[in-house]
Nanobody, 126 residues
Framework: VQLQASGGGLVQPGGSLRLSCAAS????????MAWFRQTPGKEREFVAA????????SYADSVKGRLTISRDNAKNTVYLQMNSLSPEDTAAYYC????????????????????WGQGTLVTVSS
């Protein structure tokens, strides 16, 4: 199983980025997908998750209204559209996959995710 995250980079405050995570080696539509992030010296934190069907979504309070998670099961890819970015969003962003039975169930706890990508760095700075 491989989760390949991409799309990170340097962006000015108020700017936008779109992260992608391409999955291989698993039946993508069987997995709830999520994004987590981590900064040096801090624990990894939940950002957003999307159910197998795409019909269920969950967001951390700090990103609601600014970040949007989506998925394309035909392309085995999950996305994170990031708008109105602030320096507090600077972090390494990781995608993750959780094996769930329900089509619409969303998981938000790190220990429920079994597969992890390598991370992509987002830096928000002027």
């Amino acid at each position: 199983v491989q989760l390949q995250a991409s799309g990170g980079g340097l962006v000015q405050p108020g700017g936008s980025l779109r992260l992608s995570c391409a999955a291989s080696g698993l039946t993508f539509s069987r997995y709830c997908m999520a994004w987590f992030r981590q900064t040096p010296g801090k624990e990894r934190e939940f950002v957003a998750a999307i159910s197998r069907s795409g019909g269920g979504r969950s967001y951390a309070d700090s990103v609601k209204g600014r970040l949007t998670i989506s998925r394309d099961n035909a392309k085995n890819t999950v996305y994170l559209q990031m708008n109105s970015l602030s320096p507090e969003d600077t972090a390494a962003y990781y995608c993750a996959a959780a094996d769930v039975a329900s089509l619409n169930l969303v998981r938000s706890h790190e220990n429920e995710y079994v597969y992890w990508g390598q991370g992509t760095l987002v830096t928000v700075s002027s």
